[in-house]
């Protein structure tokens, strides 16, 4: 049985996590993807769209998995622009993409 965690992130946060998506998807190749970012390409493209179609106010529910996902999206793609690239490509900071990544990993190891 999976686990749904219900977490309520702020509309620029969502922005960041749905730039990761979008650079594992279309940005950069990774390798074994599914290894890698924890779901196939089909289902995070899914993932990218309901991201992409968050409001402001609105708050939405993943089971863990989405959430590795996201995570793990968003990992790859802080170790792959690397500071010189990854405010170009995603419009934030380098800093709040690490600071971002601690945040989820805090909520999964939590």
Known sequence: MSREHRFKFQSDEWRLFGSALGEVLHGFNVPDFEHVIGLDKVTVQKLLT???????????TLGTAEIIAVRNALRETVRELGAEEFHTR?????????????KLNGLLSG
């Open 90 to 102: 995603t419009g934030y900071d380098f800093e709040v993409g690490k600071t971002m990544l601690a």
């Open 50 to 60: 309901r991201v992409q179609a968050i409001n402001d106010a609105d708050e939405i």
